[in-house]
């Protein structure tokens, strides 16, 4: 283990913190840079927390899926700024990215996901935003 802390970090985010969603500003006014999107391992799991935000767990791997998500770099030192920006039940854990990564990111507490939808199913909240749009436009 390293004996100094890296001064910047990459934090993965599922939901309204992407690009061109709600509350993306609270990564860009403390300038986390976009990295890239990538996919979970196969092993979390998503909910729908009143249709304003998800909330993403890790399972045991044999009843989850590969969600989409972002990944920033952000300076460390401002990585608790964003935890107090989100709303109550999502907190900040490592999220095991494909190919190996492992980055930190946004998770929820099982507590918050208690009689929301599950929408694993959609592969993100982008996803499931389409999803919804299609069904009311319909």
């Known amino acids: 283990m390293s004996d100094h802390l890296p001064s910047t970090v990459e934090f993965a985010v599922n939901g309204t913190l992407m690009r061109g969603l709600e509350l993306n500003h609270h990564l860009t006014d403390i300038g986390a840079e976009f990295v890239r999107e990538a996919r979970t391992t196969p092993e979390y799991r998503m909910w729908s927390i009143g249709d304003r935000h998800p909330g993403m767990i890790r ?3 044999s009843d989850g899926a590969a969600i989409e998500l972002e990944v920033w770099r952000l ?3 401002l990585v608790a700024r ?3 920006d989100e709303p109550p039940g999502l907190t900040i854990g490592k999220v095991r990215l494909e190919g190996g990564d492992v980055v930190l990111g946004v998770l929820a507490e099982p507590a918050l996901l208690e009689g929301q939808v599950e929408i694993t199913e959609h592969g993100g909240w982008r996803g499931y935003a389409s999803a919804k749009q299609r069904g009311a436009s319909t």
């Open 59 to 61: 399972t045991n791997g």
């Open 75 to 77: 300076p460390l030192a």
């Open 82 to 84: 964003v935890l107090i």
